[in-house]
């Protein structure tokens, strides 16, 4: 149980253009889902908090124009990645905290290369 | 700010050596506890966690680790590793009374079999 589905695994995308990641909770709601960017070699760095029905929390230095998130179902939580460059290149990981046992679980994660 | 920090970045070791791999906290609060690990091109696994009780917790495939308050830490043991523990693993903590992960820097565990 608890699983999160995020997709595309891949994408790789032009300079200037935009790039939407999908991550669906398959049997569960999630009011709260976290999104993360991962360097190579490097751990984890949070990037938002994605509220069902309001607006995200975004950590400092994260632009919240160029990172758009969504999360207009209990169940869906989009990343919009605006006027994507190549230095947004990079694995993003969604993460969803899953009631009753304090423990979250995450998305496959995206790797996105811009070129 | 809350800092989680991992001793080792990198640690290659035989099949059957034990394994030790350190995780120091820096909030003085009550904090949730997790070692988390990511084999090669798959997503983060849980491999165990603690919130409070025993300070020594066991997780999955012999993992273990044990939480001491007085050093902020959270060591993860395993006393024989196996080529198949070849992955990277993160220390993450949560504070008590919040939501978000802060992970470690991360530690690449390389099994030579």
């Known amino acids: 149980g608890a699983v999160v589905s995020q997709h595309p695994s891949r994408v790789i995308c032009k300079s200037g253009t935009s790039v939407k990641i999908e991550c669906r909770s398959l049997?569960?709601?999630?009011?709260?889902m976290f999104w993360y960017r991962q360097f190579p070699k490097q751990s984890l760095m949070l990037m938002a908090t994605s509220n069902e029905g309001s607006k995200a929390t975004y950590e400092q230095g994260v632009e919240k124009d160029k990172f758009l998130i969504n999360h207009a179902s209990l169940t869906l939580s989009t990343l919009t990645v605006t006027s994507a460059h190549p230095e947004d290149s990079s694995f993003y990981i969604c993460?969803?905290?899953?009631?009753?046992?304090?423990?979250?679980?995450f998305g496959s994660g995206t790797r996105l290369t811009v070129v | 700010a809350q800092s989680v920090s991992q001793h080792n970045h990198h640690v290659i070791l035989s099949e059957a050596a034990s394994l030790e791999l350190g995780c120091n906290y820096s909030y003085g609060g009550t904090v949730n506890l997790f070692w988390y690990v990511q084999y090669p091109g798959q997503h983060l696994q849980l491999l165990l966690k603690y919130f409070s009780g025993d300070p020594l917790v066991k997780g999955i495939k012999g993992f273990e680790a044990e939480f001491i308050k007085s050093k902020f830490s959270f060591n993860l043991r395993k006393p024989s590793v196996q080529w198949s523990d070849t992955a990277e693993y993160f220390c993450a903590v949560l504070k008590a009374a919040g939501n978000k992960l802060t992970f470690g820097g991360g530690t690449r565990v390389l099994v030579k079999p």
């Open positions: 049997d569960f709601q999630a009011t709260t």
């Open positions: 993460s969803a905290r899953v009631s009753g046992n304090y423990g979250y679980t």
